[in-house]
Nanobody, 114 residues
Framework: QVLLVESGGGLVQPGGSLRLSCAVSGSIFRFNNMGWYRQAPGKQRELVASITKNGYTNYKDSVKGRFTISRDNAKNTVTLQMNLLKPEDTAVYYC????????WGQGTQVTVSS
């Protein structure tokens, strides 16, 4: 069973930065496409960034130019660097495969507020 453990969230002021990490218990190389998702209160979970095993990335329009996703296939980690954070980025962030997902981790809370 592959387990996903997200970390790095916290409280940050608007304009600040956070770096989220996802540790995968098994090999992520078998997952062609890995992504970061988020779920704000009262809203559906949405995909904000994804990266293929070859490094091709894709971003939700609202985070383009501010978020950067990366993956280390050798270390089985996926990272999301978030800059210029806005209050509307407040959500619980999760990593998972894109396409067929596996069991979700507990997520990490990101709160952007002054």
């Amino acid at each position: 069973q592959v387990l996903l453990v997200e970390s790095g969230g916290g409280l940050v002021q608007p304009g600040g930065s956070l770096r989220l990490s996802c540790a995968v218990s098994g090999s992520i190389f078998r997952f062609n496409n890995m992504g970061w998702y988020r779920q704000a209160p009262g809203k559906q979970r949405e995909l904000v960034a994804s990266i293929t095993k070859n490094g091709y990335t894709n971003y939700k329009d609202s985070v383009k130019g501010r978020f950067t996703i990366s993956r280390d296939n050798a270390k089985n980690t996926v990272t999301l660097q978030m800059n210029l954070l806005k209050p509307e980025d407040t959500a619980v962030y999760y990593c998972n495969s894109v396409g067929p997902t596996i069991d979700w981790g507990q997520g990490t809370q990101v709160t952007v507020s002054s």
